[in-house]
């Protein structure tokens, strides 16, 4: 995480620019570096930075299911995450654990949500930050990731949208996770789930 932490610190000292974008661009422009990134996109360039073989991991189960070459595929997305993480292939994984949400989340676990549609699937990917609360209705997670829009106690200001850190709360009926509110939006959640990385982060 400190590799990520260091990224936040330098959005937040304007040293970066970030905007939300689903282009996942990194280049750097008058000599000022720009994130234009994706929820999906800010995961994976974590993760390629810190921890390129728990990345490979992914790429390479993706590229199993998809029959198709590890180079033909361009980027990944949240139902990539969420497809791994509840996939066989991360049981005998030598980078990841699947974590049960219903027990309590920790620093760096990412958590991946899916709502599918009739057509296609959209959901958004978080890297825990802190687990605030937990009840027997609701469960507030600090987070960190890349957003079109504000969550809760938000550093990051609606005209200035990208990477940053936030809090969701993660609501529950009976023990099962129905809805996710990132803020002012809540969203029904049909699936989501979460894995750690096996080693400090």
């Not at 595929?73 to 949400?101: A, P």
């Amino acid at each position: 995480m400190h590799w990520l932490i260091d990224l936040l610190n330098k959005i937040r000292c304007d040293e970066l620019k970030t905007a939300y974008s689903h282009e996942n661009k990194v280049y750097t422009q008058n000599d000022v570096s720009f994130l234009e990134l994706d929820c999906s996109g800010l995961a994976e360039l974590w993760l390629r930075n810190a921890r390129p073989q728990a990345l490979a991991e992914v790429y390479d189960y993706i590229r199993r299911i998809r029959d198709t070459d590890k180079y033909q595929i361009v980027r990944l997305y949240s139902f990539d995450f969420y497809d791994f993480f509840n996939s066989e292939s991360i049981i005998t994984s030598s980078q990841w654990q699947k974590v049960d949400i219903k027990q309590e989340l920790h620093y760096g676990d990412i958590l991946a949500f899916i709502n599918p549609l009739k057509k296609g699937r959209w959901g958004h990917v978080a890297i825990v930050e802190q687990e605030i609360s937990r009840s027997s209705t609701k469960i507030v997670i600090r987070v960190i990731d890349s957003s079109l829009k504000p969550h809760f106690d938000d550093w990051r200001q609606s005209d200035k949208m990208g990477i940053g850190q936030g809090t969701i709360e993660l609501i529950l009926d009976q023990g099962e996770i129905k809805e996710v509110c990132y803020g002012a939006e809540c969203h029904e959640i049909r699936k989501v789930c979460a894995a750690r990385l096996k080693d400090k982060i």
